[in-house]
């Protein structure tokens, strides 16, 4: 069974620093392509950043390049989302997701759709 749990949400003021974690079990991890995504109140759920696993290509939404990172440990089949600069439009629940793709530098990053396993969520909220 694909889990796949997210940790290191939390409250941070603005301008500060968060950590999240996505920690997979269950899959080959090489194999898969990690996501994060996040939902505020009232809005649609909205792609965040993304890692192809092919070659590590990166995906950031527009709202966030510059400010957030995306990088993995394969050893700990964990992907992480270090997020500085935090803004209050930053506060949401934060999802990581899976899709079985090894997607890279030669294509565009899966839609949100196409991902089949998805995290529980986790809460940041930065207060300004």
């Known amino acids: 069974e694909v889990q796949l749990v997210e940790s290191g949400g939390g409250l941070a003021q603005a301008g500060g620093s968060l950590r999240l974690s996505c920690s997979a079990s269950g899959l080959i991890f090489e194999d898969y392509s990690i996501g994060w995504f996040r939902q505020a109140p009232g809005k649609e759920r909205e792609e965040v950043s993304s890692l192809g696993s092919y070659d590590h290509t990166t995906y950031y939404s527009d709202s966030v390049k510059g400010r957030f990172t995306i990088f993995s440990d394969n050893a700990k089949k964990t992907v992480y989302l270090q997020m500085n600069a935090l803004r209050a439009e930053d506060t949401a629940v934060y999802y990581c997701?899976?899709?079985?793709?090894?997607?890279?530098?030669?294509?565009?990053?899966?839609?949100?759709?196409?991902?089949?396993?998805w995290g529980q969520g986790i809460q940041v909220t930065v207060s300004s």
């Open positions: 997701a899976g899709i079985p793709i090894r997607w890279g530098r030669w294509s565009t990053p899966p839609p949100e759709e196409d991902y089949r396993f």
